[in-house]
């Protein structure tokens, strides 16, 4: 079973921007796609964005696309989310998570990914 932490979160002011990281363990991280998902407080976790298993591949939720970035490094079994021009309404806890099965990408369902780290707190201040 890959272990997930992410880190990287904190307070940051509108209009900043944070980057956090997820580093993996336990599985041979390179064949499998990664997600960004995050929850604010009183609503359901929403997917943010996912990167294929070689990333070279991205694709992200209508919100946070061309403000957030993905990207990884293999050889770091990291996974990274690239924040700018942070909002108020990005503050959420951020959880990164692993594709279900290997050598496929492009799924953004929450059930389409078994493995979940325990995420960072991101808050935006106005």
């Known amino acids: 079973q890959v272990q997930l932490e992410e880190s990287g979160g904190g307070l940051v002011q509108a209009g900043g921007s944070l980057r956090l990281s997820c580093a993996a363990s336990?599985?041979?991280?390179?064949?499998?796609?990664m997600a960004w998902f995050r929850q604010a407080p009183g609503k359901e976790r929403e997917f943010v964005g996912t990167?294929?298993?070689?990333?070279?591949?991205?694709y992200y939720a209508d919100d946070v696309k061309g403000r957030f970035t993905i990207s990884r490094d293999n050889a770091k079994n990291t996974v990274y989310l690239q924040m700018n021009t942070l909002k108020p309404e990005d503050t959420a806890v951020y959880y990164c998570?692993?594709?279900?099965?290997?050598?496929?990408?492009?799924?953004?369902?929450?059930?389409?990914?078994?493995?979940w780290g325990q995420g960072t707190q991101v808050t935006v201040s106005s």
């Open positions: 990167i294929d298993r070689r990333g070279s591949s991205t």
């Open positions: 336990g599985r041979t991280f390179s064949s499998y796609a």
């Open positions: 998570a692993q594709d279900r099965q290997p050598f496929r990408s492009g799924r953004f369902q929450e059930i389409d990914f078994g493995s």
